[in-house]
């Protein structure tokens, strides 16, 4: 996603702080499932449609959002530099396709 020299989209830093402190995997419906708050939901929906992810919506408060580890990977929801469990799960989930 970045070109070298590039700076870091802060739009993606801040998901990533989301979902790698919160979010869950679904390996079995391949999804990432997120609670948020009603504070924060329209900005977290808000830069998901800028990067161009599709969410699933569904719960009242907290509303859950899910996408789909494709997105999740592609964006990534998830910061491959901390090459978290989750990151690795995402990744290895893509890879068996």
Known sequence: MLESGSSPDLRVIFLQSFFERSAEISTKDRLVVLSVSSFHLLNVLRLLKELGVA?????TEPVTIAVSVDDAA???????KAESEKYMQVVSLVSKQ
């Open 55 to 59: 969410t699933h919506i569904f719960g």
């Open 74 to 80: 592609r964006v990534p929801l998830f910061n491959p």
